[in-house]
């Protein structure tokens, strides 16, 4: 106790009597950071220190006071900042002290609010940025007053992660790992270059929102432009209306103003009254697009499902016409939407969006220049193959009526002429082909609804080849073996249908129909009309195909068909003596009496039809001897020669005798007798 006694009564040091001048003397070469540590020798330098340490600050480019005013010391819970502000105001007093005239004044403080600060690992940043990413307001305010650029660019979220200020943690939901305003939005922040509102707008200071709206900062938070819009349609509709920002609970302690801190708390900004003032201020920004797809904030509001912030851009006159990279509309974004919640989970009123963007007067046939192009009635097809549940399928039809009634066209054809009916049918086309694995016939009920409410078209044709729905059915049966067992029967009903409600193939794809139909015994079966819808279009070789293929098959059915509606065959000849090999039945009888044929007509083996005739008697063709002789008599009326030799060198009348056909002597004699007369030998 002595001892510290003796130390109280020792007289000061001399370093720190110094007379001021002296002091002030040793103080002007040194550094700012020199004098720093000298205030903290004793309070005596302290206070003589601040005059030198403003004056050197003035001096240097960019100003340590000004950023301790936006970054340093602690945050004030009250909301003042007294310190902050009265540091600030002692420097623009020493920066502006030997300047007469208020011009030079303001230039001064403009130059120095506006100093940009770069960091060591080459961030950079405005006073104005670091203290309004703070939520510090009153220093703001006095930036503000002093000229802080509201335009200035910072390096983004690098420039305050590096200074201690987390930005980009607070774009991801709390223990969930997503993004809050989805992953273009998140990742379109991360790589811009912030304005000054980003920064307070991102972490939830609206107050300072607020009063840099009111001093016209840009609508435009980042570069590339992400607008207010952009934000508040990214957000979710809870976060767009909130009353009230939420935050964690502070610990409680001890606090000397308690009265003031419950005064300033009771007069807050809501973040929903931030964001409903942003469309007062801003009604020029309602459609500036979004980074590389140029997305207005009313495709953005659809995508995240942000039915306040979508409502109120249409309200306040959002182009719903708007389009993107990709030249999408809202309303294909809103139909896209509404067709891919399919899932069996609670749903958003989707629709809604679709009703109000055609009352507002959005195109219902616009189309995207996608590869295939797509209006909006197109959207509703998903992109895979996946069942609809029936109350899904409602809701597309829905749709549809609200489309079709908006003014789209359900018969306009886009890509190679294909309509809505086309790209129904290539998906139930695609169900069919895995229909051994389960049928899902949402896609049939759609086409079918089309069809029988909106009297879409069932033949409209594609291009190339005029190609109808029916002809890519058939194409599809040849090309898949659609007839097997495990897919008939959901084809077999698809294609009735499609028969019931007029649908048939075109002429310039006929041929190729026809030719799978006489292929397949299940199509034959099936569409026993195609030849009434084909006559007049089928080329000659296919009419020969046919004929032939009725004679192989002994297809009495189709031989009656083809005869009614085809032209004749121009290979008469052979399919007569290609029914030889059957035997004599009504079915030979009608292709004999039918046909024009040639009488004289020989076969690759030399045969005429009389050799063929003796073939057919020694293989008991004829149930008697009788049948064979009447069938002689037609051919010889025909013009068939008796005695023309085949290959072996024989004629008709004597395979009778070799072959031990004596039994039909009245034959024998009757083609003697007519060879004799065709060789003039009586």
Known sequence: MAQTANARKRPPSRLVTLPCEIK????????????????????????????CMYKKDVAEDTSTAILWAALGGQDDPTGRYEMQCSVLKRFMQWGQARYHNDADKRAIAQAKVNARYVGDDGTFATALHFAAAKGRLPVVKQLLGHG??????????????????????????????????????HTAIRRAEW????????????????????????????QPPITVFHYVAAMGSKEFNAERVETEPAPRRRRKRKAEEESQSQNFTSPMEVHLSFFKAYPDYLDVPFSRNQASALHIAIQRDNEEAFNQLIDHGADVNALTILDCSPLHEAVKRSCAAFLSLPRPPLR???SRLLERGADPNAVTNTSPPETPMMCILPVDSISWGARHAKDMEAILDALIRGGA???EGLHEGRTMMHYINDRVLDNLSCAGLGYDACFEKLLFFLHDHHEAKVNTRIQPGNRTILGELIRRIARDHLDMADTWTPTKAYFKKLLNIGAHVSASEADEAFR????????????????????????????????TRSIEDIDLKLWKAICEHLGPPTNASQLVAAAFDWPFDSFWQQVRDTLRFDGKYVSPLGETYLH??????KRGGYSRTRLALEEAHIFVEKGVKISVLDANGKMAVQYLRKEGLDFSTELRAYLMDERNRELNLF
């Open 352 to 354: 809604a969006y679709i």
């Open 195 to 222: 304005l000054p509102l980003m920064a307070p707008l991102l972490l939830r200071h609206y107050e300072v929102v607020k009063a840099l709206v009111f001093c016209k900062a840009p609508a435009i938070l980042t």
């Open 148 to 185: 802080a650029s509201l335009s200035a660019k910072c390096s983004g979220f690098q420039a305050f992660e590096s200074r201690g200020i987390p930005t980009i943690d607070v774009t991801e939901h709390e223990g969930h790992g997503r993004c809050r305003f989805g992953s273009l939005m």
């Open 409 to 411: 066209r359900v018969d």
């Open 24 to 51: 002030l003397f040793i103080m002007d070469p040194l550094s700012l950071a020199e004098v720093g540590r000298l205030c903290r020798a004793h309070t005596s330098w302290r206070d003589i220190a601040q005059c």
């Open 516 to 547: 799978h139909w006489l292929a397949r015994p299940a199509l034959r079966s099936l569409y026993s009309n195609i030849v009434d819808h084909c006559k007049g279009s089928l080329s000659q070789p296919v009419i020969d195909e046919a004929f």
């Open 612 to 617: 063929m005739l003796v073939r057919r008697l």
